[in-house]
Structures are given as structure tokens and as C-alpha cells.
């Protein structure tokens, strides 16, 4: 064990010492919001020697929580003995202001808040930069998944070349058991709202968007780039029909909704694009059960990593929540290394066969551009559906 | 970017200043030996902006080389600049003696030697304890593939319950090209062989004592204990015939050689041991295609994760010990939480359905215990085949 006496940042030494290693020094930290992911990490962190929670930010009284909770963000703002603030309040407003104001007072930050890192990226890394902060969001893309962290790991001594992958549990968990049983869209996606895995409105899941922040996230840690959501093409899953998975099965192909982005050699552009994929068997993407994610990287050095997890739920997205703020306590890989680089996405270079049904007409196309894809899709409504096909 | 003036550990001005940050620190390292993976982290770290390469330790000149390379290790003991020594040269001997007269002179260890890890787990992680210095050795399980550093990320706030997986390409190589193609064996072995995925002796892959010794590093740091490779009780894949992928694929399975652990509650044990398993349809595992690993674990937080990548080769395996070099550069997480549980092995709590062969005559068994069927296997000789079977 470090002795961690040597620490830039401010410490505080905790009652009870390890054997062998004198005192002990733990970083204390603040979570805002106490609902599922809140309170995943909370109680993940109570086994960690690194990091303790001093503060909760509630709107009511927590019965047992009394020594924690405050309803008053200026507590924990005002707190010296806080260096980490975990936002686990979800959406846009008051997150950013809050995440805003704890750099500001000199805290790191930790967020699982997909909405809130994808639509302020720029601003927040800047912010967290200008601060001196450290500012890290794991489970923004992969949720248990230990991918965002791993990926900036890897790009150390690394180029990375494309990112791809499984990141939205509810839409693997229906196309799954679509595909399983042969069950209907509806009545899967009421089982998964049932179950908690889908929202009470889905659309955002279904019709990709989740993905496509993800996608925005992923792409933005890989290549050091700042990509926006609207640069990023989407076609979800809410209209597949059974006839769609029929064909798919008779044909021994697996739907999968996938998010994209390459590296385009030779230029300042990437592609990205979300779209469902129609997977060959024997690729580990059409093994992927229920909600769980499935998320690729292709390094120049270390060829194709994935990494497989829980997409959501509450103590594996709250574990790898409680991973981020122990890596600051550990002083581990920085974040500042995003946004050198000036990528402009171009989605006319990259190409493959597509599924495309129109009503109840089917079609295999050739080989055709993402881009037309897409610009293909937007012009026809409710009744079609397209998925990209992946070739052995 | 993280500023290191207050860094514990000794480091030195680089000529150049990264943008807006001042004086960069960066960690110099020495590596022994510049065969496969010496070379490809000689090559990875070109990039890094955390650690370079000062010295190379070689018998004999290498040519453009001659600023890096000595033939005396003294060089490398003595030369207070060099905080990290990444030992390459493989085997047991002088790789230990190095190792720890680099310990002992107040220098970080990386390595990816598994026949060292695995034969004197306890005798040098207890002296990197006592000699303050960090031991990492990612590439000994798993190659290029992030595992042995995720475990101990997954385990600073989860309690791992289980390790299992695919962490042998030869013979993974071996079994997928069986499966898909039907060539025999021997065939496919000298294939294996031209190709540089098995070695000269395929002894240790194909009888699973690589298996073995990845297995021990696994389960010792998974569950912080120093089991032995005697401990793990090993059945290999040198045995199998094209009669049994036969059976297998009539029965839709895979066959795979994996390692497993599990602790088994409520008791100081765990169980731990390598067999050849049969996969059903639709498993991650059945999907690993060629040289790759697929490791999973499962924690009481997190659920289960898998870790896939390029089990061997010179730039994977390379850049993964380059990462442990950085992983030491960046302060991350700190290895020392190893052998604080003393556990035995115990495998007669785990049992399941084998597949055995004996000359011609196949039969599946009911559930029996690890023990048990192990125990049976050892009693046969050359025309004896087994499996476990993996239930859905």
C-alpha cells in the first residue's frame, strides 16, 4: 500500500489505521441525489479503504441517513473537507450548475449523467481543466462497464482506431428476446419497463438517442475530439417488426442496436452513426443476453479489446461510479487529455450492405454509403426499417 | 493534467514541456531482455508522454540501439534515474535474481512472465511489500487483454465471487479452427506453430499447464490469497480427437479450455481448475474466435464482466506491459492488497455433467464433483478424453 502522505490533494485521516502502513488517509466526498445510482455508490464505497461519503444532497430527510443528509448545496460547496462531488441527480438542470459550481470550489467530479456529459462536453472538460479538477464519467457509456475508463487507459500508449458497440441494455434486452422467443415488440418493452429496464417512456432508448450520446462520449474520449450529438446520425429500433426478426433468424443473423465511430485514415474526420446491425453468427455481438453491453476498441498496438457488463441497474452502475471517485483517491490515469484534436464527422466513406424494409417489402441493397443510408431512412416514415449488415 | 511535483517516487525533468502544464515529470524505465514483448514495449512507449525507455539490458549489441543497450545489469541497479525494471527475458532463471535485486534496490517491477508469477507469487509480492516498490504483471493472464489490472480495479470496492475464462490462444486457436473447419489436430498444432501462436514444445499450452499457472495468478489476485500450481488440478486439450468435435458439434457445442475459481461461501476455500468445457450455443465463450482470450469475473457489486483481447503477440502483450509501466507513472492503483486470506482449494463443492471419452466409447455423465472427475482422469491413459458441460 502507497503511503499517501505526499498528497497534493487535501486528506484527512480516518479513525481506524491499515496493519503495517501507520495512518491512513481517506478523500471525502459529497453525492448529490440519492436515488438508484446515488445509493449504488453509497453503498459500494462502504467497503473502500480510499473514499468515504461525508455529505448527501436530498430534497427530504433520509431516515437513517440523518448525519449525512443536507438539503443545502452551499454545505457541501462550503465543505474544504469534500474533494469529490458525485452528481447522481439525472438530466440537465440543476446537474449542470451544481457539477458547475463544485469544480469551481476546487472539487473533482463524478457523474453517471449520459444527457449532461454529452450535450456540455466542451464546457465541462474545459471547465474541469481551467479548475484544476478531475472530471471522469464511466458509467455515462456502458453503465457497469468498465469501458470509458479503459479506453483512456489504452489511448495512453495507443492510437485508437474505432469504437463500437452494445450500449443500451433495454434495446438489447428487447431485440433479444424478439429474436429468443419470437415474442412481439410491445409486449417485450412492457416486460422491460415491468422489469426496470426501460423507462416509462422509452423513446429515448428505442429511437437510439441514448445511443447516440454514447456514441458522442465514446467517440469524444477516443479521439480527443468534441463531436455533438446532431453530428451523429441515428436510425433506432422502434420500428422492427416481427417480419424483420423472421427474416433475420432465417438467415441466421443476430439484430443488434450498435453505435460506430472510426477514425477515417489519412483525414481530420471520423464516421459515427448508430444504426441496428444485423451480426453473422460466431461474432461474440449476437451473444450478448438481455441488457447487458458489449463495447469494442481497435488500437493500433493492442488490436480489438471489448468489454461486456450490466448496461444499468443500481449497484453495478453505482459500483463503477464509486471505481471513478476511488481512482482519484488513487491518483490514477488523468482525464485532460481530450479535445486536441479538431475531427469533423464524414460518414460518406464508410460503407456496407443494409437491410431495408419499406411496409412489407423487403430489400438487401448493395454496398452503399452511411450517409445515403441515413438520408435514405429520413425521407420514408412509420413503416420502414433498415439495419446495417456486418460481414464476416 | 495532473501536475507530479509532489510525486513520492523519484523523477526527472523531460526536455520538452507539454502545452499550459510547465515542467513534465516522466518515469525512466530499463527493460531486460528485447525479444517479443521487450521489444513491442520498447515500441509502445514511444508514445507515452509518462515513461521512456533509458536502458536495455541484452547479451549481445543491437544494432541502432547502442544509446539504450548494456550487457551488465549493475548498469541498471545502479542508475538512481531508472524507477521502473520491466523484466522480458522469460523463465525462472536469472529472471528472479533480477527481479529482485531490482526490488531490492528501490525499483518498480512489471513483467510478463508467467512461469515467475505463478512459481513465486508470495516470495515476491511480500518483497515488493517490503521494499515499498510497486509489482504489476498484467500480460501474464490474458496477454493483451486488460485483465489482471481490472480485477484488482473491480476488487478495491466489490468482492470478486468468481474468475473464469479463455486465457490460452494456441489452444483456443487449436479448438475454434476444429470446430469451424474439421481439420484434425496435429494439422492444425503445425499450423499453430508457423504462424508463432504455439510454441516449438506446445506441451505447456496443449496440456493446460499454461492454463494452470494463469489460473493461480487469477484466483490469487481476485481473492487475495497465494494458491499453488499444485493446487489446481489440470486436464489439457492434447487428448481430444475429431471424434469428439464431432459429438460436439452434433450437440451444438463448443469446446473451449478454461480456467475457473470460485470462492465457495461461507468457508476459507475456494475451488479452482482447468478443464476443457463444452459451451453451449449463444455463450460469449463459444464466440472467442482464433488466439483470443474471453475472462470474466464476478463480483457481488458489479455482476459479471469480460475482458476479450489478443491473449499473445508482440505489440499486444508489449503495449499491456506498457501500460503497467504507466499505470506506475500515473500513481494508479496500488497492487499491495494481495495475500491477506489464507485459502485452501477445495473442489469437492463444485461439480457438474462431464463429457468422457474412453478409446471410442463416449458417454455423459450425471453431475459429479470436480474432485471426483479429475481424480477418475488420472487413472487413464492416452485414450482418455474429458470435458465439463456448461449448463444454460
Redesign the interface.
Known amino acids: ?3 499517501y ?4 490533494y487535501k486528506c484527512f485521516p480516518r479513525k481506524d489505521t491499515k496493519e503495517g502502513n501507520g495512518t491512513i488517509e481517506i478523500m471525502k466526498a459529497a453525492i448529490l441525489g440519492f436515488g438508484t445510482v446515488g445509493s ?1 455508490a453509497f ?3 462502504k ?4 473514499v468515504c461519503v461525508k455529505r448527501v444532497l436530498a430534497r427530504h430527510p433520509i431516515e437513517g441517513m440523518e448525519e449525512y443528509v443536507t438539503t443545502d448545496m452551499d454545505d457541501i460547496l462550503g465543505d474544504s473537507e469534500i474533494d469529490i462531488v458525485a452528481e447522481c441527480i439525472g438530466g440537465e438542470h440543476p446537474a449542470l450548475d451544481y457539477v458547475k459550481a463544485a469544480m469551481r470550489s476546487g472539487k473533482h467530479v463524478v457523474t453517471p449523467n449520459k444527457n449532461l456529459v454529452s450535450a456540455h462536453y466542451e464546457e465541462l472538460m474545459s471547465l474541469a481543466k481551467e479548475c484544476g479538477v ?1 472530471f471522469r464519467f464511466t458509467p455515462t457509456a456502458g453503465g ?3 469501458w470509458l ?2 479506453l483512456q ?2 489511448a ?4 485508437i482506431m474505432s469504437v463500437s458497440g452494445i450500449v443500451n441494455g433495454s434495446c438489447n434486452y428487447i431485440l433479444d428476446r424478439m429474436q ?1 422467443e419470437g415474442a412481439g415488440f410491445d409486449e417485450i418493452l412492457a416486460d422491460a419497463q415491468k422489469l426496470g429496464y426501460a423507462e416509462k417512456d422509452p423513446s429515448a432508448d428505442i429511437r437510439g438517442f441514448d445511443t447516440q450520446r454514447k456514441c458522442v462520449i465514446s467517440a469524444n474520449t477516443a479521439f480527443g475530439c468534441s463531436i455533438h450529438e446532431e453530428d451523429v446520425p441515428v436510425f433506432g429500433i422502434d420500428k422492427i417488426r416481427s417480419i424483420d426478426i423472421d427474416h433475420f433468424r432465417e438467415k441466421g443473423y443476430t439484430c443488434r442496436l450498435m453505435m460506430n465511430a472510426s477514425r477515417i485514415e489519412g483525414t481530420d474526420s471520423i464516421s459515427a452513426y448508430v444504426e441496428p446491425v444485423l451480426v453473422p453468427p ?3 455481438a ?4 438481455l441488457n447487458n453491453n ?1 463495447i469494442f476498441l481497435t ?1 493500433r ?10 448496461g444499468a ?1 443500481k ?2 452502475t ?3 461510479l ?2 471513478d471517485m ?2 482519484i483517491a ?5 482525464t ?2 481530450a479535445m486536441e484534436n479538431h475531427l469533423t464527422v464524414d460518414n460518406t466513406r464508410v460503407f456496407h450492405r443494409y437491410y431495408m424494409r419499406d411496409g412489407d417489402k423487403i430489400r438487401i441493397t448493395n454496398n452503399m454509403t452511411v450517409r445515403d443510408a441515413h438520408a435514405f431512412a429520413a425521407k420514408h416514415a412509420g413503416g420502414f426499417f433498415m439495419a446495417g449488415i456486418m460481414e464476416n
Do not use: W
Request: hydrophobic share 25%.
Open positions: 500500500m502507497i503511503h502522505s505526499s498528497y497534493k449504488g453503498e459500494a464505497l467497503s473502500s479503504d480510499d478531475q457497469g462497464t468498465p475508463f479503459n487507459r489504452q495512453r500508449c495507443d492510437e429468443r460466431g461474432e461474440l449476437a451473444s450478448v443476453p458489449l488500437g498496438n493492442i488490436g480489438t479489446l471489448a468489454f461486456y457488463g450490466q441497474g449497484m453495478p453505482g459500483t463503477s464509486a471505481e476511488i481512482d488513487d491518483r490514477s490515469i488523468p485532460h487529455k
